[in-house]
Structure formats: C-alpha cells, structure tokens
C-alpha cells in the first residue's frame, strides 16, 4: 500500500531556468564590479601630493636612461646644461666641481626638461666622467646621504674616499621640490618655508647630496622636505660601458 509523502518531506521544485540565470547574472556583475574598483585604485594615476613626486621620479628614471645612452655613444657623460633656457650641453670641460653642476642638459639627452612641480632637474657629474673618455680608468666623486630616524647623517651612496672605496656615484640628477628651484621659463622660484635646511644645502651642493624621505614637518631635523634625489650607480655605468667596448 503507497503511503502519501507528509507535505514537509516532500522535494520541492527547482527553480525555474531562468531565474537561476539571472542570480548568476547578478553575481558575476558584482564581481566584475569589484575587480573593476580593485583595478582602478591600483593603476589610477596618484593624486594629491603624491602627483608630483612619481611624475618627478618618472623623469629622473627617464634622465638616468638617457644618460646611460650617452654615456655607451659618446664614451663619456654630458657637461651640465649651458643655462636655465638653454638646455643644450656646455662645450667647454668642466675645470672644476661647479663647473660640472647645473641644469640637465634636456636638449642634448632628449628627455624632458622638468619634474612633477614644473621646475628645471638638477645635473651634478664628476668631472672625471664629463671630461675623460670611460674606456679609461676614471673616478666618481657624488655622495649622496640620508638621515636616521634620529636624525644623524649616513651615507646612501659613497664613502668620505671616493677614490680607495669606489663606491660614489658618477652623477647626481635630483628635483628641487615644491619650495625652491628654478621654472621652465628660467626665472628663479622661493616658497615661503624657510626651515628646509637640507633643501637649501642641495641647491647649493657640487658633490654632497642629500635623499630623504619627504615631509612637510618643519620639526624634522634638516627641516621640510621635497627634493627627489636620483643617480647614476656606478656598476650600472660602467657595465654598460664595458659590454659596447670597441673591439682591439
């Protein structure tokens, strides 16, 4: 004798094609929403203060590339730019460590001229690279320096003897920063902070630079902070050099 399923045990029907359908419609939309929000902050250009600082390491990048370049064709680095509108490199050899630090030369390397706020790059190269030919034994002098959490002074790049630890840089490219430099029209530029001390020995630096971390608190030892220091390591260099060496 059948017995009728009490109505609880019994299967209930399945859900109509469609409407299972439009439930996975619905979840692939919300994934695809996400994705799309996770994509976007990832690769959304930065903003804020943020803009002006990759824009400014991007052109360092793009600089250092450069120079490279001309240093494998030429056998040696360019001189400095010969003026703030000019940005064609100086004929004439550097005769001294001043003479070796300016503009970047923009017009002789083919980049562009400035950084994130629309200041000329600064160019220090040691003179040895300027001035010899790189086939040859030649000396880096540019040290670059940082600070501690307590503010003490450390060597990022070199030593105090270039010439017995080999290990300073050819040449220095770095921005000025928000608060001091030089325009893309030439005309000289001053923020109203006067604490930047670091900044303002940068500006002023021919072998001795400093790279640290940005800041606008004018209690930081060395005070604020925007320089974005960059250089031409000097493995890198001579690498370069070494693997388009002419044939004997």
Known sequence: MNRER???????????RRQRGAA??????????????????L????????????????????AREALLGYAVLHRRLPRPALSATDGRENPRPCASDADCTGFLPWITLGVVPGDGWNKLLRYSVSRDFANGNLD???E??????????????????????CRVDDRCAPAVIFSSGKHLGVSLD???????????????????AVREF???AATGDPRVVGGSFSNVVGWVPLPL????????????
């Open 6 to 16: 009490p109505p609880h045990a019994r299967r209930r029907p399945a859900p109509p």
């Open 43 to 62: 690769f959304s250009p930065p903003s804020g203060e943020l803009r002006p600082q990759a824009l400014t390491r991007a052109s360092l990048a793009e």
């Open 24 to 41: 996975l419609l619905l979840l692939l939309v919300v994934l695809g929403l996400g994705a799309s929000s996770l994509l976007m902050n």
């Open 140 to 161: 880096a002098d540019k040290t670059v320096f940082d600070r501690g959490d307590d503010g003490t002074v450390f060597y990022r790049v070199g030593s105090a003897n």
């Open 237 to 248: 260099i001579r690498g370069r050099v070494r693997a388009t060496a002419p044939k004997p």
């Open 186 to 204: 030439g005309i000289p530029q001053a923020g109203a902070v006067t604490d930047n001390l670091d900044e303002q020995a940068n500006e002023a």
């Open 210 to 212: 400093m790279a640290r």
């Open 136 to 138: 040859q034994p030649v």
